[in-house]
């Protein structure tokens, strides 16, 4: 087992024989559909770094993210400074099953994403909001950044 950080600091340790590809499969692929639906609707930025950097890559066989447990891992996405202020990164983990098994787990910020799901959400300032706390959020990030 190889480890070797990059230039984010993240750690890529290759547990994956690169030669072979590797099958991601879910814990519950409705529901990560869902949410990955729900991304892809209100944080697109996320959605592409999810979809087209880091499925692949460990399709590819690479092991990536920060380790969380034995054989779990929790990966970031590429989000809005506005987004990551008001609902939290976004992340997802995997575990690996075994050489060829990748499993997806779980994708956060889960409150947001079970409510992007069941309803449209509407917009306050180009951001989706799901209550009133986060209306107060994103004026608290505004008036943050424009001091």
């Keep these: 087992m190889s480890k070797q950080e990059d230039k984010n600091g993240v750690m890529n340790i290759s547990k994956f024989d690169a030669s072979k590809s590797v099958r991601i499969t879910y814990e519950d692929e409705n529901t990560f559909n869902k949410y990955a639906r729900c991304l892809r609707q209100y944080n697109m930025l996320a959605y592409k770094d999810f979809i087209f950097n880091l499925a692949s890559n460990i399709r590819a066989g690479k092991t990536i993210g920060v380790p969380i447990g034995d054989n779990l891992y929790r990966v970031d996405l590429i989000s809005d400074k506005i987004f990551d202020f008001v609902y939290g990164k976004a992340y997802f983990v995997y ?14 910020p889960r409150d947001f994403l079970i ?3 069941q309803r449209e959400l509407p917009t306050y300032k180009g951001v989706p909001i799901v209550s009133s706390k986060d209306r107060f959020k994103v004026d608290l990030y505004l008036t943050m950044k424009n001091k």
């Design 95 to 108: 575990s690996i099953e075994d050489e060829h098994i990748a499993k997806l787990l779980y994708m956060e």
């Design 115 to 117: 409510a992007g799901h």
